[in-house]
């Protein structure tokens, strides 16, 4: 729009809103004011008509006056020249000259009063030819005085009437002059009462021509104001938008910038409007955007810029251009899709860990919709189905790849788990495939809920365990396997071991046999108890690793086994000359543990510091409690135990390095035994030991009436007697 | 003695420990009879049921649980005591035979002749 940028402001709106009341003004101002020039030809034309008339009326009366008056005169004269009265002749010869000197004085008015050099000359034609006849007259009037009546009548026929019809002839002259003049000045008057209405025609036409016009400029004046309005609307609404917006003109200037552009570029409308696009911003002019616009210009389509991008400020920005070829020039929308392009990488990014995923996963996943068909599943999936792209699978159901029995296994649990909302996870199921092999998987399956939560299928992850289950078979049976053996092997053993056993106490038991053969006897005898303790510690070992070694916790004091315990190896500790000292903090309480076996942890720990200390030692046996456990210890002055050889000293078959310094003898079986029982029972030991300083061993146990995993079976049942323990 | 009338019956597959045991149970005074296997006890129940019975477990033809069994279901030999005497020590034995009610439960190897000698004796005197 061009702008009348000279008009201030308030002008320029007022002009606009109130186009047609100035319209209508300024035509009445012509209209009055030819209409007042049209009314004033008219009056003055008029007036001088009027004038005209009233001189014309002057003149006429004037001669009519005239006329009237020399008549009289006449009249006046002839009667007194037919009168024979005396009185009469003086009183018409009164009137005649009164007569006279009327006629004389309204001459000199008309001569006065006459405009145009005829009537002036007609009148002294009129003046003379009127003195002329009063000579006449006067002649006959002094016949006539004279009594000379023949005279005078001869006279007045001869000279008197014919000067009295020149008199005549003049005033009918003049009369007809005034005429004549009156219609000459009628026709100005007509003519310029004509001249008059042509200028009011005019005047008119110039009115009904403004009328039109106002009109029209008042429509126009209508138009432009909603134009107007639908401008300022256009002009809110592209300020109001979120969207950068700005208009080059054909010359690629800037016309327009809106709201959003300024606050997008911080660019001020002010510095940019007027100015080309890469002076407003230059850093448009790196990008492809001049050149996306040149073109769309030039093609007359529009483009869009998805993604251009931009050094802002701060950071690199991404911004999408729309670009709408416009009357040579273009309208450009531009948009901040930073966030957008971010959302939009970090959706592509998703998708693709997705793929990622299911491209790779090695586990088997799928998709199902609510009639459990497959709608997606992964690359392993397919694989998995014998498929060898995965949208092979799609459609189908378990029906199409598995036995009938197990698809309708599938299909109840999927309507389980759709009904329910509840996932199925770890399930192992054993999968049958048409041709007869069977696979084990491990199955998570979990209701599919579109966005708004509602279920739509089910979707699951499978975990191939088909050889982790051979393996735990192998496993299971190998165990089995070993279980069997070390019974079998324990039976074996142990038969003839009391066979051995039995046929010495026979053999001690026969009479006469002399003392050596008797020793040799006893000898045997404990080497074949030994034996059987060995074979017995190892069955109780192999027993609690496998857990089939019940155990039977009761209430037990701890302090009475203790003493029980150092009542059976009195004299061991009498033969090695021990001091030993058993400390008990009061009020113990019992703990929770098989008797039996308890016996053997405290045998065992008490045999090995008498065993382990030089004779003469110091034996220390300490028990307390504490948050509901009871601590018992044991330390000796003994040979103590290497610092390395203490991480393994509750191993199967460990024994320290430094152990043949007081026997050889021992399995290494008694510390493991000591540790697998008391970690049966709930409880745990761990031992503190310097080297030729001494050891203490320690262990827990729950006090009270705090279980360990009970059982129903006799205490006959647990492995027959007490075991007599090995000391070694 | 007041046991000589009394009959134990030793069922004992291993000859060394069939001796052994005989032998001592002789000597401390009982009336002990002996059977190799299973089978072999069945008949000799039969046929003069004992006052004791001293079983073993794992043995040729007929298991001494089959033989508990069988005497167990058996109106005229339920009553007689039965002390089991094995070597082995497998769990689902040891609940069998505890379901169907014996005596006593001993590990040869961890018993010497003079403790079975008591056992046995309180067994027929109790």
Known sequence: ?728 | MASDQKRVLLVEDDKFLRRACEKSLRQQGFNVATAVDGEEALRAIQAEPPDLILLDILMPKVTGTEVLRALKSDERTRAIPVLILTNSSKESDVREIEKLGVAGYRVKANLSLEELGTEVRHLLEG
């Open chain 1, 1 to 728: 729009m061009s702008e009348k940028s000279w008009l201030p402001g308030t002008l320029k709106r007022l002009y606009r809103q109130h186009t047609a009341v100035l319209s209508f003004v300024l035509i009445g101002v012509v209209v009055v004011t030819v209409g007042a020039f049209v009314i004033r030809d008219l009056r003055r034309a008029s007036q001088e008509t009027w004038e005209m008339h009233l001189e014309l009326l002057g003149g006429l009366d004037r001669i009519a006056e005239l006329e009237y008056q020399t008549q009289e005169a006449r009249r006046s004269m002839l009667y007194s020249l037919t009168t024979h009265d005396a009185n009469l002749q003086v009183q018409y010869a009164d009137e005649s000259q009164s007569a006279d000197k009327r006629v004389a004085e309204l001459l000199e008015e008309h001569l006065r009063l006459a405009k145009s050099s005829d009537a002036v000359e007609m009148g002294r034609v009129f003046e003379r030819d009127w003195e002329a006849y009063l000579k006449i007259r006067d002649s006959v009037v002094g016949s006539i005085l004279e009594g000379n009546v023949q005279e005078a009548v001869q006279r007045d026929l001869g000279e008197g009437v014919p000067a009295f019809n020149r008199i005549r002839d003049d005033l009918q002259q003049i009369h007809e002059l005034y005429k004549r003049q009156s219609e000459g000045r009628m026709a100005l008057v007509r003519a310029a009462f004509n001249q008059s209405l042509v200028k009011l025609g005019v005047v008119l036409a110039l009115t009904i021509l403004f009328a039109a016009l106002a009109a029209r400029q008042v429509q126009r004046g209508q138009m432009l104001g909603s134009v107007q309005r639908s401008e300022t609307r256009l002009r809110e609404v592209i300020e109001s938008i979120n969207e950068g917006m700005f208009v080059l003109d054909r010359n690629g200037r800037l016309e327009m910038w809106n709201g959003a552009a300024e606050r997008s570029s911080g660019q001020p409308r002010n510095g940019v409007v007027g100015l080309p696009l890469s002076e407003a911003l230059p850093q448009l002019a790196q990008t492809e955007v001049p050149g996306a616009i040149e073109e769309s210009v030039r093609e007359g389509r529009a483009l869009v810029l998805d993604e251009v991008s931009f050094s802002g400020e701060q950071a690199q920005r991404s911004l999408e251009f729309r670009i709408f070829p416009m009357d040579g020039g273009a309208t450009v929308f531009f948009n901040d899709v930073t966030e957008r392009k971010k959302a939009k990488e970090a959706l592509l990014y998703e998708k693709h860990l997705l793929r990622t995923l299911m491209d790779n996963v090695p586990d088997p996943i799928h998709f199902k919709d609510s009639a459990g068909r497959f709608t997606r599943v992964n690359s392993a999936q397919a694989r998995f189905l014998g498929a060898d792209q995965p949208i092979k699978a799609i459609g189908k159901t378990n029906f199409d790849f598995f036995s009938s029995e197990d698809a309708q296994q599938a299909v109840a649990e999927e309507e389980q788990i759709m009904g329910s909302g509840q996932a199925l996870e770890g399930k192992e199921e054993k999968l049958t495939w048409p041709d007869g092999r069977e696979t084990w998987v491990s199955a998570a399956k979990m209701p599919l809920r579109d966005l708004q939560g509602k279920i739509i299928g089910t979707f699951g992850i499978l975990h191939d365990i088909t050889k982790s289950k051979q393996a735990e078979e192998e496993l299971r049976t190998a165990l089995q396997m070993k279980s069997d053996f070390v019974s079998f092997a324990t039976h074996q053993l142990r038969t003839p071991l009391a066979g051995i056993k039995w046929l010495l106490e026979l053999a001690q038991q026969e009479e006469g046999i002399p003392e050596e053969p008797t020793s040799l006897i006893q000898d045997a005898r404990e080497s074949a108890q030994r034996l059987i303790d060995m074979v017995n510690n190892l069955l109780d070992v192999s027993r609690l690793e496998s857990g089939k070694l019940k155990i039977v916790p009761r209430e037990t004091n701890l302090a009475k086994l203790t003493q029980t315990v150092l009542k059976d190896v009195s004299l061991l500790i009498q033969k090695s000359g021990h001091r030993v000292s058993v400390d008990v903090s009061e009020a113990m309480p019992p703990v929770m543990a098989d008797t039996e076996l308890l016996s053997q942890v405290v045998m065992n720990l008490v045999s090995n510091a008498v065993k382990y200390t030089p004779p003469g030692g110091k034996i220390a046996i300490r028990m307390s409690q504490k948050d509901g456990w009871v601590e018992w210890s044991v330390e000796d002055s003994g040979i103590g135990i290497p610092k390395a050889s203490q991480a393994r000293l509750f191993e199967k078959f460990f024994r320290a390095e430094n152990v043949h310094k007081v026997e050889t003898e021992g399995t290494g079986l008694g510390l493991c035994l000591v540790r697998l029982i008391l970690e049966r029972s709930g409880g745990r030991i761990w031992c503190e030991s310097k080297e030729n300083e001494g050891s203490t061993f320690c262990f827990t146990l729950p006090s009270g009436a705090v279980t360990v995993t009970a059982r129903d079976a006799g205490p006959a049942l647990t492995g027959g007697q007490p075991h007599k323990l090995e000391l070694a």
